[in-house]
C-alpha cells in the first residue's frame, strides 16, 4: 500500500465510450502524475499537475483530457479512445516538483482495454 | 535525444548476486532512480543516486558513474520475492523522469 489509490482496477471500453479514471492520494503531496505504460515500453508521462496546476503535456492526444479538483485528487477522462490505448495507466504523486530527489509514489494502476 | 538502456531480461539464481545495468542519456541530469515493479503491482521505489559511487541500502546497492552516464543495481543474496521488472529513471533539467523500459529479473530456485 503506497498511499495512492486507482480506480476502477480494469475497464473494458469500446471506441465510443466514454469512462474516468480516479486517482486519489492520502500523502499530502502537492505534486501529481499520469503515465501510460505498455508492455516491454518505458512509461510515458502523460500529465503533470503541481498544486491543482497542470504544467506539462506531453503531446498527449485530446481524447485523454486531465481533471485535477484539489491536490489528493487526478481523473483522466477518456472519450473516443483507439485500440492502441489499451494500456496501464498508473497515477503517481510526490511532495513536490523541482527537488529531484523527492521520489515518486505510484498507484496500483488501471488496466485499460479498448475493444 | 533522451534514452535509457537495461536489458529487457535477466535470470539468477536463489541466494546469489545480480547487477542489472542501465546507461543513460537525458538533457540535464538531475539524478538516477531505480525501481521495483512487481507482475501487475505499482513500481516502488528502490534508490536514488546523484553523486558518483555506491549506496548501499541493505541487499540492495545502486551506483552511479555521472562521465559515463551508466548506474547499475547490485541485489545480494537474492530470494524468490525478487523476482519482478527493475526499472531504471534519469531526471532530466526540466525534473522529469525518463524511464527505461525495465529489466525482467526470473529468480530461480
Not at chain 2, 49 to 66: A, H, I, P, Q, T
Request: with cysteine; charged share 15%.
Amino acid at each position: 500500500e503506497t498511499g495512492v489509490t486507482q480506480t476502477p482496477r480494469h475497464l473494458v471500453m469500446g471506441m465510443t465510450n466514454k469512462k474516468s479514471l480516479k486517482c486519489e492520494q492520502h500523502l499530502g503531496h502537492n505534486a501529481m502524475y499520469w503515465y501510460k505504460q505498455s508492455a516491454k515500453k518505458p512509461l510515458e508521462l502523460m500529465f503533470v499537475y503541481n498544486f491543482k496546476e497542470q504544467t506539462e503535456n506531453n503531446s498527449v492526444p485530446s481524447r485523454f483530457s486531465p481533471e485535477c479538483p484539489n491536490s489528493s485528487h487526478l481523473f483522466l477522462h477518456l472519450h473516443t479512445l483507439q485500440p492502441e490505448d489499451s494500456a496501464l495507466y498508473l497515477c503517481a504523486s510526490s511532495q513536490d516538483l523541482g527537488q529531484p530527489s523527492y521520489e515518486q509514489y505510484f498507484g496500483p494502476g488501471t488496466r485499460l482495454t479498448v475493444t | 535525444g533522451q534514452n535509457i538502456d537495461q536489458p529487457t531480461e535477466m535470470t539468477a539464481t536463489e541466494g546469489a548476486i545480480v547487477q542489472i545495468n542501465c546507461t543513460y542519456q537525458t538533457s540535464g541530469f538531475n539524478g538516477l532512480f531505480w525501481y521495483q515493479q512487481h507482475a501487475g503491482e505499482a513500481p516502488t521505489f528502490l534508490s536514488y543516486n546523484v553523486l558518483d559511487g555506491l549506496e548501499e541500502k541493505g541487499r540492495f546497492s545502486s551506483f552511479l558513474s555521472r562521465s559515463k552516464g551508466y548506474s547499475y543495481l547490485l541485489l545480494k543474496e537474492l530470494q524468490m520475492k525478487d523476482s519482478a521488472s527493475y526499472l531504471c529513471a534519469s531526471m532530466d533539467s526540466n525534473y522529469q523522469l525518463i524511464w527505461g523500459a525495465g529489466t525482467k529479473l526470473i529468480i530461480k530456485p
